[in-house]
């Protein structure tokens, strides 16, 4: 896709990953060829700069004027309800995972877009599926409401794939860490919120185990393997809809660890509630080599790299008055 005939809509702009990636898309792309939506107006300074729609992706009428109005050719699927507060609202994750991907998908199909990408997650795993470098092909049995949605999410996407030949694709992302937006209520969020304590409290009350183990992703890698995926040429691509990808993983313990070489005097206490069972039922490790082989996925920040820039990030932020956190 060349400057000239980019029109892209993100949905679910506001949110974690959508916050850093319409900036990145409208440094590809140009600023008014991005067309960032949310149901809430973004709070980030980036988004501000762009052109916005205020949009709920349940309601086809929206999304299809939206699509007609921005003459969109490609769209980034972001909006989504994540793991914890599917678990207390599931009819809601069900409405917005489903129905809002579905939307996506049949206004795709009719309205002529030429690419959707759509997140998965490694929600899609569950106490079945080998915990240890879990590979791409194997058994998806999820416990949480979020995961099933994300399951149906990705063999929903692949039959568009099959059926109507219509480019969709997407990654099993891990837990995202970043500094811009918060996360949205996922199950891995501690790994961001405990870098925003660190900075301000100098210690962290963790809601999982020290022991649990889960895969992990740094932004700049996240939005990498979108763009790269994204760039790569669809008569290659042997998966869709569902590419396993991670740069790390570490336990609650190694994190905290990791953060402690740099504030020796950061303490962590563990008091783990509902979000546990949760990464129980998780991943430790992917195996992301279909990604590698296909689109040459390789991700830049491991945990070290990964933490001395999120401690860096946040301190400037504090020592600038501007750090926001409602801890
Ligand atoms: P987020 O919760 O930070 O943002 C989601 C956004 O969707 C929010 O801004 C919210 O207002 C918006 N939204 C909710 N309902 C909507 C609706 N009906 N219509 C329009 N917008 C709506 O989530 P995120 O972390 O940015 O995740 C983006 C995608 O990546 C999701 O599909 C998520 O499942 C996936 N993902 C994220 C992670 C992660 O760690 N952040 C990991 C795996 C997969
Ligand atoms: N980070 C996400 C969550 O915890 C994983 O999809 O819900």
């Given at each position: 896709m060349t400057s000239e005939t980019a029109t892209i809509l993100v949905t679910g702009a506001a949110g974690q990953i959508g916050s850093e990636l319409v900036p990145a898309l409208r440094e590809n792309f140009g600023q008014h060829k991005v067309i960032a939506s949310d149901l809430v107006e973004p709070k980030a300074d980036s988004l501000r700069e762009g052109p916005f729609e205020k949009l709920d992706v349940t309601d086809r009428v929206q999304l299809e004027t939206a699509i007609k109005k921005h003459k969109i050719k490609r769209i980034y699927h972001l909006a989504a309800i994540l793991s914890a507060t599917g678990e207390k609202n599931p009819v809601k994750a069900w409405e917005v995972n489903m129905h809002g991907l579905f939307n996506v998908l049949e206004a795709a199909r009719e309205l002529e877009v030429k690419q959707v990408f759509c997140p998965s997650s490694?929600?899609?795993?569950?106490?079945?599926?080998?915990?240890?470098?879990?590979?791409?092909d194997t058994i998806l049995s999820p416990t949480t409401m979020y995961g099933v949605t994300k399951v149906a999410g990705e063999q929903l996407s692949d039959y568009y794939v099959k059926k109507f030949n219509l480019d969709v694709r997407g990654c099993r992302f891990p837990g995202i860490i970043s500094h811009e937006a918060l996360p949205g209520?996922?199950?891995?969020?501690y790994a961001v919120a405990i870098f925003y304590e660190a900075v301000i409290h100098n210690k962290y009350s963790c809601f999982?185990?020290?022991?649990?183990r889960l895969p992990m992703m740094y932004m700049p890698d996240c939005l990498k393997s979108i763009i790269k995926l994204m760039e790569?040429?669809?008569?290659?691509?042997?998966?869709?809809?569902n590419f396993n990808v991670t740069a790390m993983s570490f336990s609650a313990a190694q994190l905290a660890a990791e953060i402690k070489k740099h504030r020796p005097s950061f303490e962590m206490s563990y008091q783990p509630d509902f979000r546990q069972a949760i990464a129980d039922s998780w991943?430790?490790?992917?195996?992301d080599t279909a990604a590698k082989e296909e689109w040459n996925w390789e991700p830049d920040y491991d945990l070290a790299r990964m933490t001395v820039d999120m401690l860096n990030v946040l301190q400037e932020k504090k020592n600038q008055g501007k750090l926001v956190y409602p801890g």
């Open positions: 490694i929600a899609v795993f569950g106490p079945l599926t080998p915990r240890v470098n879990t590979p791409q209520g996922g199950t891995t969020d999982l185990r020290p022991e649990t790569a040429d669809f008569s290659q691509l042997r998966h869709h809809s991943p430790e490790s992917i195996d």
